[in-house]
């Protein structure tokens, strides 16, 4: 079934309609994830490099999955760079412009940092290693090194999960829901919203396309990476702002890790991607060059200043500004 229609002003709701979906969705998804954490007494960088990272990556999973099975492999391709883009460049440099001030966890940088630079450059190499005219590739194996890659990076997160006793008022605000059993149900219905969401994004996103004679690659790029980045935004400037910098940054380098390793991997799976040129250069590149960025700027003073939080949303202006006047 097919949520797109042949009226504009209706679809531009829908795709409104989409984001709310993928938003609330992920936002009971990481409620009632955090909760079931808080439990067991879990330290807060551990739950934002895995729960909450994995939970404000779902509307990218949902949305790539969906694109995958539907054959838009432009779409589930385009929309990982993109958010990885948006995560790093747009999230992270706008928590830094507002809250002043991010620590960045030494341990982050040097083990998660370096595997996610590590894993942007993978990917651009796997795709000139299948290039050929008129673009690149990315096959089953690919996606098949990338989950292995997930593997061992889960293997070596819970190998570091260390116990915290929670504060009072860390405690009370784990008490929005009563027990696990009713967390679980929320969860479940996060989860049906994050995939619903996904299913009208796409459906509309490939019409809008089709009607403007837009690249899917350069839409699934800026305006869905963009939509399903905002889970990543919300929790991040909260983090920033309540002074939770650890599930702040944990959850940008968290989340462009999975979002390669887990919803890229996954999506290469169900079906192999062809790579178009303007995904080999320049959008790529930009994903490249925004890890580098990021741990060029943080790797010393272990800190996103307002200053560095503005250079890194510079770069994400600049990236829009070109893919527009591509369209243009």
């Known amino acids: 079934m097919n949520f ?194 996904a299913k009208l994004l796409v459906n509309n996103v490939v019409w809008a396309a089709v009607k403007l004679d837009i690249p899917r690659e350069i839409i699934a790029s800026t305006v869905v990476a963009f939509g399903t980045s905002v889970p990543e935004l919300a929790v991040t400037l909260t983090g920033a702002v309540k002074g939770r910098h650890d599930i702040a940054v944990g959850n940008v380098i968290g989340s462009c890790i999975f979002n390669i390793a887990l919803v890229l991997g996954l999506s290469l799976i169900i079906r192999p991607v062809h790579v178009e040129n303007n995904m080999i250069f320049p959008i790529i590149p930009m994903m490249i060059l925004s890890g580098i960025a990021t741990l060029a700027l943080t790797w010393k003073s272990r800190t996103v200043t307002r200053t560095k939080g503005g250079i890194l949303f510079l770069l994400y202006i600049s990236f829009i500004i070109y893919n527009v006047c591509q369209v243009l």
């Open 4 to 197: 797109a229609t042949d009226y504009l002003t209706l679809n531009i709701l829908l795709i409104v309609l989409s984001f709310f979906l993928l938003i609330k969705g992920s936002d009971l998804f990481v409620d009632s994830a955090y909760f079931i954490a808080r439990i067991f007494n879990i330290s807060e960088i551990v739950i934002g490099l895995t729960i909450v990272s994995i939970g404000t990556s779902l509307p990218e999973l949902g949305t790539n999955l969906y694109a995958s099975f539907v054959g838009e492999g432009a779409i589930s391709l385009g929309n990982v760079v993109g958010s990885n883009i948006a995560n790093i460049c747009l999230v992270l440099g706008i928590g830094g412009i507002v809250a002043g001030k991010i620590s960045v966890d030494k341990s982050v940088l040097k083990r998660d940092g370096t595997l996610m630079l590590s894993i942007f450059f993978l990917l651009y190499f796997l795709i000139f290693l299948n290039y050929g005219y008129p673009a690149g590739y990315l096959g089953r194996a690919d996606g098949l090194i990338f989950i292995l890659i997930l593997v061992y990076y889960i293997y070596i997160l819970l190998k570091s999960i260390y116990r915290k006793r929670y504060t009072e008022i860390e405690e009370q605000h784990c008490k929005q829901f009563s027990n696990i059993f009713s967390a679980i149900i929320f969860l479940i219905i996060g989860l049906i919203l994050i995939f619903c969401g």
